[in-house]
């Protein structure tokens, strides 16, 4: 099943495209991280899976073609969105009774016990909790609706260090507990790269690449050689970015079966240096990726 | 292979059960209650002061009607009293009865929606099991009944305490443009219509300050419209000459046409002479309940549509 469904997504405001011909497919169990800069578009897709937002081009679906924004989809998924938004004159217990008045299924125990554990008290409102309390409150929330598919939107933005350890914990054991697919955004890389075993890299509302961290890591390799010959070289491969420093040329390529010739090495490629190529590289090569990714799932 | 790794999926779990309607009770009452609380603190408060005045008014009444049966030209100093004090208050209530489905409209409408787009909080209630549809439909239906049942008991209040000036003032009826959307069920309608055009405006602008502003000067045209243009065509008018009222049957002091209705309903629609007959159209006081009715109806019809068109506003509405 895949928890996510796009096929040439793209939503508009005014004349900008925030989100273009985006087509994903993800299995369900992963921890998605979606990566980009400010204004990639990020935002927007989530907005477009949670059904906030409605399509202006191709089709959404979530858990198994479910459409985003339906009653079963939203039954099955829990969004957390930007900043955590909760009623700020409301009690943490008021926040908890809402939420189970406001879904079909609500673990009340569940929620109770983790605020305790927490040390975050039922009746302090929420808007005097810290920043990182009320991340925590809104997470509880999520949870405690026993969500297939969490969606949270750069959760730890606000968070000090330590909130977020704390956080990234939470959303871990419900991960490996309650089978939970997670569908995380940040604009810090490193952290996502660390956490993460599936990526999106959006850049100016495209997707660049989509895929299993490990396979997008196998996949790809960096050739080193003389700069004479890379141009030669590089016309017969899909490069990904291509740096030249003197007499040595550094091409980011996805691998192929082609032999290296002589006077070339390869090298392995970390995932960092990896995103960071497809997010300065123009779209082009990213945007096969899904396909491919797509015709694994129907080859299925 | 991967089909051993995907989950069975029980088919009730594709078409969830809804939430029950009946958890936004608690739901609306929550987020509410303070602007529920302090309405009815405020109508409360104003009802007691009516109860309390209008045992003062009731009895100052009773005593003028008692010394007009017994000692007709000895009433003056009572009946001026009553003109200056009681009359002059009663007449100040009148007015800000007209202007209270206004303020009730502006303060309970916009907040509704308008609150949730302005703190961000609908990207929590919109992404709940529930679904937006539903949570905007319960909401608007539950503060409108609750609005509608809390106003009428107030109108109720207010209609006894100035059944005395509807005896005492000659030139008022229950007709009068002033007098008839304070009772009866009208009142309740118009405050009802007032908070739908509040919440609709509050999602159409989304901004809670400016939606009260604009509430206010809508519903003041609107209440404009319908006393100038609106009521006069009700379909109750009759028509009626004074060869029926007066057993003279021929009135030749007439000059000109008769302004006044033959009961002084406000509701003359049109005059004419034929010979020394004067004719009316105009809407008898009799027909209150009638026009009652058409006005509440039609002030329901508009709110409801006003609802519907928040909800349809609610459900295009993108992040």
Known sequence: ?300 | MTVLTMPAQPAQDVTPRPVPWQRMIWVTWRQHRAMLISLTAVLGAVAIFLFAMGLWVHHNFSVLMACAAATPNDCGALNQSFNNTDWTTANTLLILMNLAPALIGAFTGPAVMARELETGTFRYAWTQGIGRVRWAIAKLVLLGVVIAVLTWAFSQIFEWFFAPFLQQQNTLTVLSKTVFDTRGIAFAAWCLAAFAIGAFLGMLLRRAIGAMAATLGVYLGLQLVTWLFLTKHYPVSVVTSNASLFTGGVSSSLNGLPSTAPDNSPWVLATWNVGHTSWWRYIPVSRFWPMQFIEAGWLLVLAVVLGAATVWLVRRRAA
Not at chain 1, 25 to 34: D, F, M, R, S, Y
Not at chain 1, 265 to 283: D, F, I, K, N, T
């Open chain 1, 1 to 300: 099943m895949n928890v996510i469904e796009t096929r040439g997504l793209g939503k508009r405001y005014g004349n900008a495209w925030a989100l273009r011909d985006c087509t994903l497919a993800i299995p369900e169990g992963h921890l998605v991280g979606l990566v980009g800069p400010n204004g990639a578009g990020k935002s927007t897709l989530m907005n477009l899976l949670a059904g906030l937002s409605v399509p202006t081009a191709g089709t959404v679906t979530v858990l198994g073609g479910r459409p985003a924004g339906s009653p079963a989809a939203l039954d099955g998924i829990a969004f957390m969105a930007q900043d955590a938004p909760l009623y700020k004159h409301f009690s943490a217990g008021d926040m908890i009774h809402l939420t189970r008045n406001l879904n079909r299924q609500f673990d009340e125990a569940y929620a109770r016990q983790r605020l305790d554990g927490l040390g975050i008290p039922l009746k302090k409102t929420s808007g005097k909790l810290s920043g990182g309390q009320q991340a925590q409150l809104a997470l509880t929330l999520a949870l405690a609706r026993r969500p297939r598919m969490l969606i949270l939107d750069e959760p730890l933005a606000a968070l000090d260090p330590l909130a977020r350890e704390d956080f990234m914990t939470t959303v871990m054991t419900a991960m490996t507990d309650n089978g939970v697919s997670v569908l995380l955004s940040s604009h810090a890389l490193a952290e996502l790269e660390r956490i993460a075993d599936y990526l999106i890299v959006l850049g100016a509302g495209e997707v660049r690449i989509a895929g299993e961290a490990d396979d997008l890591v196998d996949s790809h390799q960096v050739l080193s050689g003389p700069a004479a010959a890379a141009d030669a070289y590089a016309a017969r491969l899909a490069v990904v970015q291509d740096r030249r420093a003197a007499a040595q040329a550094h091409l980011l390529v996805r691998s192929s079966d082609q032999p290296v010739p002589p006077g070339w090495e390869a090298h392995p490629v970390s995932l960092e240096e990896l995103v960071m190529a497809y997010l300065r590289a123009p779209g082009a090569i990213g945007k096969q990726q899904p396909a491919r990714i797509e015709q694994a799932e129907a080859a299925r």
